[in-house]
């Protein structure tokens, strides 16, 4: 199970990466926007996408759309978790496709939570 | 444009042979009168400037007043701000106070740990060089056991504390978002500000503030700023994604 992990601010992809390796999840990449993010996913290897929302350049639903829209991608389970937390952007990300919605700042257990209702609805 | 200087420089000197003429026939009324023509043309022009500068003047003002950047900016935008880099405030305070809340809890756990392991592995050496007698050898024994169940104890509240250390660190994200858009609404009052200097230097224009880019994401929530349309807690999202479905 390989993770990829896609946000902007550093400090956040650490903490990401850190919580995943608590949960067992040991093996991780990382991108700092939507664009480098969705090549990383057309090389393949990735079975899940943690994603940030507001980035600079490509943003998280716009990789979303993309993932979406990839017939090589498009069941792959996707997880934002993001600052925005307007009524209309849930509502988006939902009709964009998005598996689960954490707003940041989010607690260990929140993300552990999500993570494995995703993989619960996928086993299902 | 030089037939018309010469035209009115013609009906100038006419007007003034007329009033020296006046004069020398010692007809005073005629003379008063040709002088108020004279003095008239000049005011009629004083006005018409100052009719010119005052519409440029309104002109100016209303151009600066209908600018709603400049109305956001007064209003909603920078009390906003306040309430943003305060917020900023609680949150680095709040990740300041976990971490070392967690740090002051670590350090006297493993200062305990390590006199307990130093302690033991001393016991363990005297064993390992038959200077121990079985007495003193079943209460080590004893020790060595309790030590591993109180160690694995203790090792599971450091990770505990850790991931506290972790996760107090998300505030560099949050903050920095909310620091980013404090910045914008900085460069936009400068521009506003240097377009007033603009205005009020005498040159006028029409032209508006160019439109600052404005993303349409709304960044962290912000209590006490975000409206009522932002959901403030994980629970919320939750609410809304199951009652589409989810």
Redesign the interface.
């Known amino acids: 199970m390989k993770i990829l992990i896609v946000?902007d601010?550093s400090?956040?992809r650490?903490?990401v990466k850190?919580?995943l390796r608590?949960l067992g999840f040991v093996n991780t990449a990382e991108a700092d926007d939507g664009q480098s993010g969705l090549s990383k996913l057309q090389s393949g290897s990735i079975d899940f996408l943690v994603t940030d929302?507001?980035m600079p350049g490509m943003?998280g639903l716009e990789l979303l759309k993309a993932v979406r829209a990839d017939p090589n991608l498009s069941s792959l389970p996707v997880l934002m978790v993001t600052?925005?937390?307007?009524?209309?952007?849930?509502?988006e990300a939902?009709h964009a496709g998005v598996n689960g919605?954490?707003?940041?700042?989010?607690?260990?257990a929140?993300l552990k939570e999500k993570i494995e209702k995703i993989f619960e609805r996928i086993e299902a | 444009m030089q037939a018309q200087r010469k035209e009115s420089l013609a009906a100038r000197l006419n007007c003034a042979k007329q009033f020296v003429a006046a004069l020398e026939e010692g007809d005073e009324q005629l003379a008063d009168e040709i002088l108020d023509n004279i003095a008239s043309v000049q005011e009629s022009r004083l006005f018409q400037e100052v009719g010119k500068l005052t519409r440029e003047l309104h002109e100016g003002i209303s151009g600066f007043t209908v600018d709603e950047r400049i109305a956001n900016l007064t209003k909603r935008e920078i009390p906003d701000a306040k309430e943003r880099l305060n917020y900023v405030i609680t949150m680095t305070q709040q990740s300041a106070d976990t971490t070392l809340g967690a740090v002051e809890a670590l350090l006297p756990l493993s200062d305990r740990m390590s006199t307990q392991t130093a302690d033991l592995g001393e016991k363990w050496s005297r064993f390992l060089r038959k200077e121990m007698d079985y007495g003193e050898f079943k209460t080590v024994s004893n020790e060595l056991v309790q030590h591993f169940t109180s160690s694995s104890e203790t090792l599971a509240i450091m990770q505990a504390k850790l991931n506290e250390v972790l996760m107090a660190q998300g505030f560099q994200d949050l903050t920095g978002q909310i620091i980013k858009r404090v910045i914008h609404l900085v460069q936009d009052v400068e521009h506003s500000m240097v377009e007033m200097i603009r205005i009020s230097g005498g040159r006028f224009s029409s032209a508006k503030n160019p439109a600052i880019a404005k993303t349409n994401l709304e960044g962290p929530a912000v209590p006490g700023v975000s409206d009522e349309d932002t959901i403030i807690n994980q629970d919320g999202v939750d609410d809304l994604l199951s009652s589409l479905g989810f």
């Open positions: 946000d601010f400090t956040m650490r903490i850190n919580l608590d929302w507001n943003s600052a925005e937390a307007k009524r209309e952007q849930i509502i939902a919605y954490v707003i940041k700042p989010f607690t260990a929140t």
